[in-house]
């Protein structure tokens, strides 16, 4: 069975920072493809950053660009979400997810491609 298991959540002021962490088994994690979403209630679940697969670079959505810094560590089957300058509409449940590209039209962006998901974690910014 593949898991993810996030962690990292947590109430911070606005301008804090925390860090995300989602340990990953079951799949073969340095092939995978890799991503951070978060949603709020009554809102389609938001990509915040994604891996396409082992070695790419990340990317990064507009709002978490110049803030967030993602990073895996595919020995440790782990990913991180570094998050400083932390703002109260970055406020959601956060989940990790893992894939496996299936072909070149995969789209590591879309929450849709991804099978497996961490159970979340809440990030709470206040003023």
């Known amino acids: 069975d593949v898991q993810l298991q996030a962690s990292g959540g947590g109430l911070v002021q606005a301008g804090g920072s925390l860090r995300l962490s989602c340990a990953v088994s079951g799949l073969t994690f340095g092939n995978s493809a890799i991503a951070w979403f978060r949603q709020t209630p009554g809102k389609k679940r938001e990509g915040v950053s994604c891996?396409?697969?082992?070695?790419?670079?990340?990317y990064y959505s507009d709002s978490a660009k110049g803030r967030f810094t993602s990073s895996r560590d595919n020995a440790k089957n782990t990913m991180f979400l570094q998050m400083n300058g932390l703002k109260r509409e970055d406020t959601a449940v956060y989940y990790c997810a893992a894939g496996e590209p299936m072909n070149n039209n995969w789209n590591p962006r879309r929450y849709d491609e991804y099978d497996h998901w961490g159970q979340g974690t809440q990030v709470t910014v206040s003023s």
């Open positions: 891996f396409s697969d082992g070695n790419a670079l990340p």
